[in-house]
């Protein structure tokens, strides 16, 4: 039995547990306690909420200043609005100025599907990728979210972390949540050696079913599940370049500027063998929840496991 | 130090300033000499602060939200110790750490600034921050006229009514230019007192080239206890360099070798007189 847990409810829980034991946490919200799943934290720790209104801006502004003066604040907000509307302030006011602030994209991607266009986050890895001092992270499913908030919550880098809204499969296994992420490191969820499937965030899932049913076809693909976007583990990279010769990238981003051109980037430079980037298209999407549209553009375990094939047989 | 010794130092901090520009070919020339009374009063009487530890827990936190006015920031940060005065010839030089915007890798800066419409909400933020910390540190944060454009200025003015933070003290720098012209022509920024106060501040207007009622005004807050203050310092863009006031121009201008030397020597003459007056 596959076993479903959002993203979005392991994050609220996990950051009212370390909230708890660290009173200089403060969590920032604009007017989206109710959409980031926040109301049991801002019943239990009042004083370790503020909230802005319908304000991103400021939001990201507030939560630098409360850095500045010595707390730890973690922004909580659709990451469609947060990573775009207040893009400037997480340049500028986390990121150049060396802010230790949290930056939690809640329902990003195509998690609100149906709601079109400007809802949707397809920019985020590529727009936050360009800022030096920020780190860009993308966990997979609701273990790995658990211990990436734990393990950002030690530092004092500012952090990009998107968080999907609906029940995904989990992916690790709950007692061993801590080997489910180790900071700027892939893990490699299955071996292989025809090709290397490299995802992050909720198509990790989908990445391995269609590895699963290639193995089915004689194909053997490993698979990485590479929740840190930056700093990126070009090791784990070129090694599968070496080792499987081939790599298909699957994201729930823009086809331009995200994992995809990511890994492109390191393997022409170091070793160019043929990639294959999977994601969303160049256009506004079509409407639908968030797994048609993965149907729809490829991106779920049929999908992947068709271009893999195809891709391979171009050889 | 006293309102002799504050004047004579504006003339100093408006020197810095030219010298700078001057040296670099580049700056923002107005807007720099319009503040440099209020930074002058800011660092040498009213902040709370100490040079040799500008990380200090007691200290009153500052930001620059018209953050091109640097020339003004860094002038009164190595007037008074934060680093050596020497160093301000390195302003804007390959490789210097006095960029043309305020840079947090130099002591004294609490985060960097340069994209208009951040400061304020920095400052709410920090202001926040310290009452949920129970101290008792002030945030003071000053802004350009030309920079309430941004609606994210406006965003923090809600938060900081919201919030009632008498911990926090904006200041406009209210010069009446911008790059483009006059501010009224550009976008119409009065009536902008009852802007503010409608928006939940306790609202004071000065004359922000005056030194006494600078002085006064800084060391009357909060004027009302649960509200944010706000003064609006009615400048002079340019400031100091007759050539040079009241004409938006001169917002990044930079002077010619002549018009330095006689600005320098008459803002040398006028320091004299404020000694020997």
Known sequence: ?315 | MDIKSLKIQAFETRKAILQMIYTARAGHTGGSLSAADLMTALFFKILQLDPRNPKWEGRDYFVLSKGHCVEAYWAVLAHRGFFPKDELATFSQFESRLIGHPNNEVPGVEVNTGALGHGLSISVGMAIGLKKRKMTNRVFTLLGDGELGEGSVWEGAMAGGHYELDNLIAIIDRNHLQISGSTEDVMTLEPLAEKWKSFGWSVKEIDGNSMEEIVNVLTSVPFERDKPSLIIAHTIKGKGVDEMENLAKWHHGVPDSELFERAMNRLETMKQGVLNG
């Open chain 1, 1 to 315: 039995m596959v076993d479903y847990r959002a993203c979005r409810e392991a994050y609220s829980t996990t950051i009212l547990q370390i909230a708890k034991e660290d009173p200089s946490i403060i969590v920032v919200s604009s007017d989206a306690r109710g959409s980031c799943g926040l109301s049991s934290y801002v019943e239990t720790l009042p004083e370790q909420f503020v909230e802005v209104g319908i304000a991103e801006q400021n939001e990201i502004g507030i939560a630098a200043g409360l850095s500045v003066v010595g707390l730890k604040p973690y922004v909580c907000a659709p990451a469609c609005f947060l990573t775009a509307r207040s893009l400037e302030q997480i340049k500028v006011d986390v990121a150049y100025s060396h802010q230790n602030v949290k930056i939690l994209g809640v329902s990003g991607g195509i998690s609100y599907g149906a709601l079109g266009a400007s809802h949707h986050t397809l920019h985020d890895i590529a727009a936050l990728r360009c800022f030096p001092n920020l780190d860009v992270i993308l966990p997979s499913d609701a273990i790995q979210t658990i211990a990436v908030l734990k393990e950002v919550s030690k530092t004092k880098r500012a952090t990009y972390i998107r968080i999907g809204r609906e029940k995904v499969p989990v992916i690790y296994d709950p007692e061993k949540e801590r080997d489910s992420y180790t900071y700027g490191k892939a893990n490699t969820l299955v071996e292989g050696s025809d090709v290397t499937i490299i995802a992050c965030g909720e198509t990790v899932y989908h990445s391995r079913e269609a590895a699963r049913r290639l193995l089915e076809k004689g194909v053997s693909a490993r698979v990485l599940d590479m929740a840190t976007l930056k700093p990126l583990d070009n090791e784990a990279i070129l090694k599968a370049a070496a080792e499987t010769g081939r790599i298909v990238t699957v994201e729930e981003h823009s086809i331009y500027g995200g994992l995809g051109a990511a890994v492109s980037q390191v393997v022409g430079a170091n070793n160019p063998v043929p990639v294959l980037n999977l994601g969303l298209p160049d256009e506004y999407l079509v409407t639908g929840t968030g797994l048609e549209l993965y149907k729809h553009y490829g991106l779920d375990v049929q999908g992947i496991a068709q271009r893999v094939l195809s891709f391979l047989e171009d050889k």
